[in-house]
């Protein structure tokens, strides 16, 4: 059995959007259709629990919310003493849709390396096993 990679190594990995596991790509047909198991190691993306990805959908919202905040935060620092509060606004809500559309992705995968690190490969987390078939 090959070592198990560790959590520093699943994260690079998984922001990469590459298996946390293996490292291999394609794991999206699309940008956010993501297989249903890795191409390289046959890994099943979906851990098997019905609402596996809420953890990914949250972690993508806090991701939007955090930078959301820091380029406001961030403009009101260089623009400082004149803020111009109606460009941030504005500006930041052209933001809110596409910042967590390019993101989705990333979640995805940085949640599966979270999701690695904390509880083990098995046997059944693999694509052709009798009970995953």
Known sequence: ?????????YLIRALALRCPNCGSGGLFRRWVYMRPECPGCALLLDRGERD???????????????????????????TWPDIPWDAIQWGLAGLMIPFPAFTYPFSKTVWLAVDLSFRPLTRGDFAGHGEND
């Open 52 to 78: 596996y990805f809420i953890g990914a959908y949250t972690l993508n919202f806090i991701a939007a919310e955090v930078a959301i905040v820091a380029v406001a935060g961030a403009v009101a620092v260089i």
């Open 1 to 9: 059995m090959p070592p198990i990679p560790s959590a520093r190594t």
